[in-house]
Nanobody
Framework: QVQLVESGGGDVQAGESLRLSCAAS????????MGWYRQAPGKQRDLVAA???????DYADSVKGRFTISRDYAKNTVYLQMNNLKPEDTAVYYC?????????WGQGTQVTVSS
């Protein structure tokens, strides 16, 4: 059974940085795309950044130039480096991975940015 373990969330001041990690385990097949989504209170869950198996990346306009997604194929881990954080980045961040036709979600990690 696939498990995703997230880490790296926390409380920071505006302008500071955080690095989120999400490690996948239990998969028998190759992991395809990996990504990060976020959900603020009262809002829908939106894509923040994604990276394909081939390494192509995509970002939400609101985080371009501030966030960087990367992956370690050997460790089945995806990272999200978040720089120059803003209060509007406050949300629960969820890791997502695709294995075949199935999408798996992490448990979520809270990021709170104070002004």
């Amino acid at each position: 059974q696939v498990q995703l373990v997230e880490s790296g969330g926390g409380d920071v001041q505006a302008g500071e940085s955080l690095r989120l990690s999400c490690a996948a385990s239990g998969n028998r097949f190759r992991i395809g795309a990996m990504g990060w989504y976020r959900q603020a209170p009262g809002k829908q869950r939106d894509l923040v950044a994604a990276i394909t198996f081939g390494g192509s990346t995509d970002y939400a306009d609101s985080v371009k130039g501030r966030f960087t997604i990367s992956r370690d194929y050997a460790k089945n881990t995806v990272y999200l480096q978040m720089n120059n954080l803003k209060p509007e980045d406050t949300a629960v961040y969820y890791c997502n991975v695709e294995i075949g036709a199935t999408s798996y979600w992490g448990q979520g990690t809270q990021v709170t940015v104070s002004s």
